[in-house]
T-cell receptor
């Protein structure tokens, strides 16, 4: 089955630690995205990548880093510089073909808690 | 910049009631509009979409019409079920630059039997 997988489902981090969230897709999509979701709020864009070896900052990139070495993988690192990292993190992907109706497909999410 | 405004929740309805969740947007150009649904502890699933003015998206009994004149994309369902209880997000994509989605804050729907 094609889809997006994220791991782990739950992650606990001590203050001052860096952690990396995994996102893998087998949909052959060029574009991948990371969003952050806080309780009662919509999703906010952290980073996005429209092609391998290229990525751009979103609206709330401070304290996060990403890489895009393979088409199917887009890991997110939450660094110790992120002041309030406790949140639900969602990865998404989409085709970059010209269709205006291209939807984004979402993974199941990773819930990160800072202890 | 782009923005999406949704009615605040929670919205609590009895089974078989009529549902409306309001959504209005601000965007440059001609965005595509989406409704996503999120069940507890899960990611988002696309519910329906519309890519141009006057388009109607529909799925699983839900409908929404792209109204350019009122910049709205309200979600409706004629008869809700307990299984429809979830959080609903309105979103837009303007297909320029980053092509990411801009989301509303979400509306929680609770359907009581």
């Amino acid at each position: 089955d094609g889809g997006i997988t994220q791991s782990p489902k739950y992650l606990f981090r001590k203050e001052g630690q860096n952690v990396t969230l995994s996102c893998e897709q087998n949909l052959n999509h060029d574009a991948m995205y990371w969003y952050r979701q806080d309780p009662g709020q919509g999703l906010r864009l952290i980073y996005y990548s429209q092609i391998v070896n290229d990525f751009q900052k979103g609206d709330i990139a401070e304290g996060y880093s990403v890489s895009r070495e393979k088409k199917e993988s887009f890991p997110l690192t939450v660094t110790s510089a992120q002041k309030n990292p406790t949140a639900f993190y969602l990865c998404a992907s989409s085709s970059r073909q010209g269709d205006r109706g291209n939807e984004q497909f979402f993974g199941p999410g990773t819930r990160l808690t800072v202890l | 910049g782009n923005s999406v405004t949704q009615m605040e929740g929670p919205v609590t309805l009895s089974e078989e009631a009529f549902l409306t969740i309001n959504c209005t947007y601000t965007a440059t150009g001609y965005p595509s509009l989406f409704w996503y649904v999120q069940y507890p502890g899960e990611g988002l699933q696309l519910l329906l979409k519309a890519t141009k003015a006057d388009d109607k998206g529909s799925n699983k009994g839900f409908e929404a019409t792209y109204r350019k004149e009122t910049t709205s994309f309200h979600l409706e369902k004629g008869s809700v079920q307990v299984s429809d209880s979830a959080v609903y997000f309105c979103a837009l994509s303007d297909y320029t630059g980053r092509r990411a989605l801009t989301f509303g804050s979400g509306t929680r729907l609770q359907v009581q039997p």
